[in-house]
């Protein structure tokens, strides 16, 4: 089970959050913040808007998407291939016993 846990985990937690940032509504303004920066009274936060970014990026609005946050289409890319990456390296790469040579 941990090893199932292990190999899955990291995908599925990016794409769960990737999915989360493309739906949310990037005009609304959240009260709230994650940034570990601003929870601890500094001001800068260097991911602010990337979120928004993403969202905005998904939706078309590439000048919106640029101005919420400069490095969120980057993001954006790194993101989906590193999802794609482990995908590849789970399911066509893996460890897959019965077509190597044991002879």
């Given at each position: 089970?941990?090893?199932?846990?292990?190999?899955?985990?990291?995908?599925?937690?990016?794409?769960i959050g990737l999915l989360l940032m493309a739906v949310m509504n990037p005009y609304t303004d959240y009260a709230s913040t994650w940034c570990l920066f601003e929870n601890i009274g500094i001001t800068f936060c260097p991911g602010e808007g990337l979120g928004h970014s993403i969202a905005f990026f998904v939706r078309g609005e590439y000048h919106n998407a640029v101005e919420a946050n400069v490095m969120g289409p980057a993001a954006l890319f790194i993101i989906?291939?590193?999802i794609l990456y482990r995908l590849n390296e789970i399911f066509f790469k893996g460890n897959n016993k019965s077509s190597?040579?044991?002879g």
């Open positions: 089970m941990k090893k199932l846990f292990n190999r899955h985990f990291e995908w599925a937690a990016l794409s989906i291939s590193r190597e040579y044991n």
